[in-house]
Every structure is written in C-alpha cells, then in structure tokens.
C-alpha cells in the first residue's frame, strides 16, 4: 500500500506564508511527478503545481511569483512554498503522486487534503 500525508495547512492572514509538506510511504518502487491541487467550496478541483522527478516546476498563473514547489527524493516528500496568500486561495489542498509500487502497478496517488484558511 501507499500513503501520502499532507502536513502544514492551518489559518493565516492575508500576506502570510504556509509551507504545506507531503510525504509518500508505502510499497514505493519508483516516485515521478508530484504535485500539489486545491479545491474550494463549490469549485472543481484545480491544479496548484508539480514537479518532476528531476525537479522541474510547473505553475498554475494563480500561484506564480507566490507559490514555490520543491521535492526532496531521499525522503518522498514535496513541499509547496506558499508566500503572499491571499483569501482567495483558502481551499482544501491535495498532495498527488504519480507512484509505480514495488508489485510495477503505477498510478497517481492522493492525500487526504488539508486545509488552508486565509483570513482577510
């Protein structure tokens, strides 16, 4: 089995900083791209960032220039550096991995979400 547990959610004001952390365990053989979602009340699920395996970033526009996503592989963990939050990006956040597992059956993974609470 394959875990991914979201860490550093919480309630913040606006133009404070969260880092949100995700780390993948489990039967892991090999861990590609990770990457972060967010869903808001009544929206649909939107992508945030990813990251590689080899540590190229792509941004959602809501987050560039605010938001930094970065891995370390020793550990299976992503972070999402989140600086400038503003009240709009209060969502639940979603960790996703993309995992092939040690019995070579791959497919993407999800946390359990977390919430981030941005007050104005």
């Known amino acids: 089995q394959v875990q991914l547990v979201e860490s550093g959610g919480g309630l913040v004001q606006s133009g404070g900083s969260l880092r949100l952390s995700c780390a993948a365990s489990?039967?892991?053989?090999?861990?590609?791209?990770m990457g972060w979602y967010r869903q808001a009340p009544g929206k649909q699920r939107e992508l945030v960032a990813t990251?590689?395996?080899?540590?190229?970033?792509n941004y959602a526009d809501s987050g560039k220039g605010r938001f930094t996503i970065s891995r370390d592989n020793a550990k299976n963990t992503v972070y999402l550096q989140m600086n400038n939050l503003k009240p709009e990006d209060t969502a639940v956040y979603y960790c996703?991995?993309?995992?092939?597992?040690?019995?070579?059956?791959?497919?993407?993974?999800w946390g359990q979400g977390i919430q981030v609470t941005v007050s104005s």
């Open positions: 489990g039967s892991i053989f090999r861990l590609y791209a």
């Open positions: 996703n991995a993309d995992i092939l597992t040690n019995s070579y059956l791959r497919r993407p993974y």
């Open positions: 990251i590689t395996s080899s540590g190229s970033p």
